[in-house]
């Protein structure tokens, strides 16, 4: 089946730094891909949708000028949190979407950790 | 807009059978079910895109009710790798036009024990 990988799988960072997260298809061409953070025991909460070539569309109250998102190709979408806090800590998971098709292929997720 | 999903626990023993239901209280245009272990990426496990449809997959199977706006998840026999968190995601319309989403339910987290 398709895959997804992510990375870096964990992160930890000092307050006030950036941290990028990628988000690669690595076997398909994924024209939409998403990104969620979820907290400990709770569901997938999106953040936002990138469709490749285009800019991203956030979800409300999910601030875009800290969240960046650049889907530069088919294949790779980043994800960097700026200026992250310790409440920006949380596990932020990717996922891919082939073109006119239903299912999702997730990414192995990335717990960060600021500090 | 986001489905309740029930029970929000189960634990079973190896063998033994088990229902996980999501409700909505939006019109549904399809039900996708995802198992989710701990610190790893959610799987997936079937979509199901018509009223009244049914899937199967191994020993674990589904309906979806479009008229009751539910999904059910049934885990026949279950093993200990089905041990993990269940979610169900929900695909509506979230502007009464051409714009769907998928929302998450909070997941079931399910024990298979010896």
């Known amino acids: 089946g398709a895959v997804v990988s992510q990375h870096p799988s964990r992160v930890i960072c000092k307050s006030g730094t950036s941290v990028k997260i990628e988000c690669r298809s690595l076997d398909f061409q994924a024209t939409t891909m998403f990104w969620y953070r979820q907290f400990p025991k709770q569901s997938l909460m999106l953040m936002a949708t990138s469709n490749e070539g285009s800019k991203a569309t956030y979800e409300q109250g999910v601030e875009k000028d800290k969240f960046l998102i650049n889907h530069a190709s088919l294949t790779l979408s980043t994800l960097t949190v700026t200026s992250a806090h310790p409440e920006d800590s949380s596990f932020y998971i990717c996922?891919?979407?082939?073109?006119?098709?239903?299912?999702?292929?997730f990414g192995s997720g990335t717990q960060l950790s600021v500090l | 807009q986001q489905p309740v999903q029930s029970p929000q626990a189960v634990i079973l023993r190896e063998g033994e059978d088990a229902v996980i239901n999501c409700s909505s209280s939006?019109?549904?245009?399809?039900v996708h079910w995802y198992r989710q272990k701990h610190g790893e990426a959610p799987v997936f496990l079937m979509i199901l895109l018509k009223g009244g449809e049914q899937k199967g997959h191994e020993k674990i199977s589904a309906s979806f009710n479009e008229k009751k706006q539910q999904s059910s998840l049934y885990l026949t026999a279950s093993q200990l790798s089905y041990s993990g968190t269940y979610f169900c995601?929900?695909?509506?319309?979230?502007?009464?036009?051409?714009?769907?989403?998928?929302?998450w339910g909070l997941g079931t987290s399910l024990a298979v024990n010896p």
């Open positions: 939006k019109a549904l245009y399809s």
């Open positions: 996922s891919a979407r082939i073109g006119g098709g239903e299912k999702l292929f």
């Open positions: 995601g929900t695909e509506i319309d979230v502007n009464a036009g051409n714009n769907r989403k998928l929302i």
